[in-house]
């Protein structure tokens, strides 16, 4: 089973980019049966789906309309990890956010990187 | 998006009591592919999320058979019999049916 190690700061300025990455072991980023996605978690949203990405001959990326425009989720083969990027943040993104492989259910989660929005 | 409405938000239950979670989709799951793709996680206190039933009633490996799943198109349950300590926690349905997948609001089961 796919395990996550999930990296980042805690701590992101308004305006500015959250930066996160998720390293996987026990399965690869370029498998064409998974798909990697993002998910976050706060008290005043809930949980929300925030994007994904698989490879099935070619990369696909999908985003949820709530953030698209602002986010990146990259895959990196040579290391085997995920990354997330969003920008121009803002309180409102305040919330743990999780690496979650799976595809129509979501299988396995990552720990969890709690990130606080705030100058 | 579909919308995944939970009753209740809070349940107390006794140990060794049943609890029964419901879970209403605003649009049928059943995909064109022929599955219902309605799945419940289970968070316990300072934990992430983990994946308890897919598809309705298939329950992960490891997941002990108190955990069972039920319902059809838009109206589903997750039952857990003879609640044991362990069980205390926060318990989502979603869906993965239609794109975007979405979350139940949660809920919260505790110890009477």
Redesign the interface.
């Known amino acids: 089973q796919a395990q996550m190690l999930q990296s980042g700061p805690g701590l992101a300025r308004p305006s500015q980019t959250l930066s996160l990455t998720c390293d996987i072991s026990g399965d690869y980023v370029s498998i064409k049966y998974n798909t990697w996605n993002w998910i976050r978690q706060s008290p005043s949203r809930g949980l929300e789906w925030l994007g994904r990405t698989y490879f099935r001959s070619k990369w696909h990326t999908d985003y949820a309309e709530s953030v698209k425009g602002r986010i990146n989720i990259n895959p990196d083969t040579s290391k085997n990890r995920l990354s997330l990027q969003l920008n121009s943040v803002t309180s409102e993104d305040t919330a743990v956010y999780y690496c979650v492989t799976g595809t129509r259910a979501f299988d396995f989660w990552g720990p969890g990187t709690m990130v606080t929005v705030s100058s | 998006d579909i919308v995944m409405t939970q009753t209740p938000l809070s349940s107390p239950v006794a140990l060794g009591q049943s609890a029964s979670i419901s879970c209403r989709s605003s649009q049928s799951l059943v995909h064109s592919d022929g599955?219902t793709?309605l799945?419940w996680?289970q968070q316990r206190p300072g934990q992430?999320?983990?994946?308890l039933i897919?598809?309705i009633s298939k329950r992960?490996s490891g997941v002990p058979d108190r955990f069972s799943g039920s319902g059809a198109v838009t109206d589903f349950t997750l039952t857990i019999s003879r609640v044991e300590a362990e069980d205390v926690g926060v318990y989502?349905c979603?869906q993965?049916?239609q794109?975007?997948?979405?979350?139940g609001?949660?809920t919260k089961l505790q110890i009477k």
């Open positions: 599955n793709y799945s996680l992430p999320p983990r994946l897919h598809e992960v989502f979603t993965g049916t794109f975007p997948q979405t979350f609001q949660g």
